[in-house]
T-cell receptor
Framework: GENVEQHPSTLSVQEGDSAVIKCTYS??????FPWYKQELGKRPQLIID?????GEKKDQRIAVTLNKTAKHFSLHITETQPEDSAVYFC???????????FGKGTRLSVIA | SQTIHQWPATLVQPVGSPLSLECTVE??????LYWYRQAAGRGLQLLFY??????ISSEVPQNLSASRPQDRQFILSSKKLLLSDSGFYLC???????????FGSGTRLTVV
């Protein structure tokens, strides 16, 4: 089955700097890659996603890139703000009825 | 619009007691439903998922079970709780055949 590795497990950046979180997946048939943000004590919420027919997607300060050949995808946050502090999870799946496989999460701390 | 309800929000139960967590979805039909568990500071572990009434797939063998008595209702149960069952339990739903989860607000279970 699918396996998703996520790095780093913790990341600290200064406010205004960029943050990058990377994930690799094992199943070349995976075609959907979402990113979730989980604030302390809250539910994970979808912040951006990308499908295998697209190499990059951007939404304001957040962008995701996908390299199908290398089987890795990354989350980029620019101009980080203290409210970006949270745990971020990447995930991958093959089809709409197959459960998402999540990475172990990255705890991002933005230092003011 | 679609909404997901999960209750209770918090629960403290003694070892050996039974458990019943309920999740319902409104505003959609035939959703895919999921139960995840998150231990403190850890990732999201898939416990069960369902693509239809009475159809339950188990990902992790343990003393938990799940049932889907109605199309938009998903129940997580245990006959006898263990200390290791403590954690944050999250229900999620997705449109069948379409990716992307929406998570419920979660139940924080402490087994004492």
């Amino acid at each position: 089955g699918e396996n998703v590795e996520q790095h780093p497990s913790t990341l600290s950046v200064q406010e205004g700097d960029s943050a990058v979180i990377k994930c690799t997946y094992s199943d070349s048939a995976s075609n959907y890659f979402p990113w979730y943000k989980q604030e302390l004590g809250k539910r994970p919420q979808l912040i951006i996603d990308i499908r295998s027919n697209v190499g990059e997607k951007k939404d304001q300060r957040i962008a995701v890139t996908l390299n199908k050949t290398a089987k890795h995808f990354s989350l980029h946050i620019t101009e980080t703000q203290p409210e970006d502090s949270a745990v971020y999870f990447c995930a991958a799946t093959i089809s709409g009825n197959t459960p998402l496989v999540f990475g172990k999460g990255t705890r991002l701390s933005v230092i003011a | 619009s679609q909404t997901i309800h999960q209750w209770p929000a918090t629960l403290v139960q003694p070892v050996g007691s039974p458990l019943s967590l309920e999740c319902t979805v409104e505003g959609t039909s035939n959703p895919n439903l999921y139960w995840y568990r998150q231990a403190a500071g850890r990732g999201l572990q898939l416990l069960f998922y369902s693509v239809g009434i009475g159809q339950i797939s188990s990902e992790v063998p343990q003393n938990l079970s799940a049932s889907r008595p109605q199309d938009r209702q998903f129940i997580l149960s245990s006959k006898k709780l263990l200390l290791s069952d403590s954690g944050f339990y999250l229900c999620a739903w997705s449109v069948r055949g379409i990716h992307g989860y929406t998570f419920g607000s979660g139940t924080r279970l402490t087994v004492v």
